[in-house]
């Protein structure tokens, strides 16, 4: 498990790596048996080093990183892009009924709204370097892991890739759509400061005539 991949040592991982360039390879099966050897050994060796410079404090905590915690940042993100949809809108009618004092309140939560989803994605960000710290520091139980369930899931293995694939490609979709619309309510929000900004100008120039 995982405590016993924290406890090898390099010189054990050396000698078995050296153990599995011994074994014969006189058949194709002694091959295969033995390039399977060489690449677990490898990758132990691989997470040794990852072990080491990840987790090398004995204080820090050699566990699988919990995806609910990532998932509570995705959708703060997600929260803060609906969010900003609406206030771009609101902005906008507020705008065209001359509300100035809701404009800048409307100004300051989209600015309040911005930094809270910059928030989300440097902590989803960082809780994205835990899961990749992991994956590399404990390939070769994940793996054993993996090859224990495979045949478990193996034949349904096609629906799940097609589903998972499908729900990310509409989240995609709907992800790309809020986005443009928070954009091009960006871009109307500030033409209309720049019609704003002219229309006085013009005002002053015409005052000076």
């Not at 224990?148 to 995609?172: G, P, S, T």
Request: aromatic share 8%; hydrophobic share 35%; proline share 1%.
């Amino acid at each position: 498990g995982l405590d016993g991949l924290r406890k090898m040592t390099l010189d054990e991982i050396k000698k078995e790596l050296a153990d599995a360039k011994a074994l014969p390879k006189n058949t194709e099966e002694e091959k295969q048996i033995r390039k399977f050897s060489i690449s677990v050994a490898k990758k132990k060796k691989s997470a040794y080093k990852a072990i080491q410079k990840y987790y090398g404090n004995s204080s820090a905590e050699f566990k699988k990183p919990d995806f609910a915690v990532l998932e509570k940042y995705f959708d703060a993100e997600d929260a803060c892009d609906e969010r900003l949809e609406t206030l771009y809108l609101e902005l906008r009618e507020a705008k065209k009924a001359g509300n100035s004092e809701q404009v800048q309140m409307l100004r300051a939560d989209i600015k309040k709204t911005t930094g809270e989803r910059k928030q989300a994605r440097d902590m989803s960000k960082k809780e994205m370097n835990k899961h990749a710290y992991f994956n590399r520091a404990a390939k070769p139980y994940l793996d054993a892991e993996r090859l224990i369930n495979q045949e478990k899931y193996y034949q349904h293995f096609d629906e799940i890739e097609a589903l998972y694939d499908e729900a990310k490609e509409r989240e995609a979709e709907a992800k790309k759509a809020r986005d443009a619309e928070v954009e091009r309510l960006k871009a109307e929000d500030a033409a209309y400061k720049a019609q704003k900004k002219a229309e006085k100008l013009a005002k002053k120039e015409a005052k000076k005539k």
